[in-house]
């Protein structure tokens, strides 16, 4: 039995010691922000926090935006910060509250996302990974509503999640949210960033156009059927005029998933020529 916990100790203690050179490792310069999932999320911040002279129009979105306009490649007069719909509205709000922090210029500010991204109210099984481990920090904290913390403490052990062995790591705890929604298209969390993505517009003098990505024809019945009248209800009529309208229907086949283009660069220069000014 001795002998046993001896092992067993010297077995913990060589994990120990291998873990913490691990998280070292990826901790140094930043390193593990290129290595986990959802690397692209760290790559808007940083992106977003750089003047950029030659750029006045802003491109926020989900993950389709992101194949559309990539945030990691250079957009020549568009800056794009377009990254993953699991970040919340929040998260695209602080990106932006970035950029104009930084000192940049903004002209128009262009938010692609598909309709279901709106819905997201911070209570994914992807929340911990990708909003928590990037924004649950002392530099945005003062930024979030009591609706974001109180959603935030929903999700179990949110606390730890800046603890080097997990932020490190694309660990994150099974999260299956029991909220029940009474909304259709704008969760309570889009409703207050859109809000202050909007006041911020009008601090700053720039407009604020909402986009539709294409979307699968046989999405088409669930779109109509959301409540159009949330974003009347919520004073958001004049950002999301011809949304719907915008959207543009693809055959099936052209996706590799639910909302996925198999060959996004072809529509790159559609949305330039139709809706990118």
């Known amino acids: 039995m001795k002998k046993f916990l001896l092992k067993t100790i010297l077995f913990l203690s060589i994990f120990l010691v291998l873990a913490t050179i691990g998280a070292l490792y990826r ?123 109180n959603q935030i403490r929903k999700i179990p052990y949110y606390y730890l999640c800046r603890v080097p062995y997990i932020l490190v790591t694309n660990w994150a705890p099974n999260f299956t949210p029991r909220d029940k929604n009474d909304y259709t298209l704008l969760s309570p969390i889009s409703v207050e960033y859109l809000g202050k993505i909007k006041a911020l517009s009008i601090r700053h003098n720039f407009k604020v156009i909402v986009l539709p990505p294409p979307m699968k024809f046989s999405s088409r019945r669930s779109i109509d059927d959301m409540n159009k009248d949330e974003i009347a209800l919520h004073n958001l009529g004049d950002e999301f005029k011809d949304y719907f309208k915008n959207i543009v229907y693809l055959n099936d086949d052209y996706f590799e998933d639910e909302v996925h283009l198999k060959n996004p660069q072809q529509y790159t220069e559609y949305y330039k020529r139709h809706f990118i000014r």
């Open 27 to 149: 901790l140094n310069n930043d390193r593990y922000q290129r290595l986990v999932t959802g690397s692209e999320i760290y790559r808007s911040i940083h992106k977003s926090k750089q003047i950029n002279e030659s750029s006045s129009t802003v491109i926020l979105g989900d993950s389709v935006a992101k194949q559309l306009f990539d945030n990691g490649t250079t957009n020549g007069s568009i800056t794009s910060l377009a990254c993953n719909q699991s970040i919340g509205m929040v998260g695209h709000f602080l990106l932006l509250n970035n950029y104009i922090s930084a000192g940049n210029h903004i002209d128009t500010v262009y938010l692609i996302f598909s309709p279901s991204s709106f819905k997201n109210n911070l209570d994914q099984v992807y929340t911990y990974h990708y909003f928590l481990k990037p924004f649950y920090t002392d530099e945005y904290y003062p930024l979030f509503t009591k609706t974001v913390i």
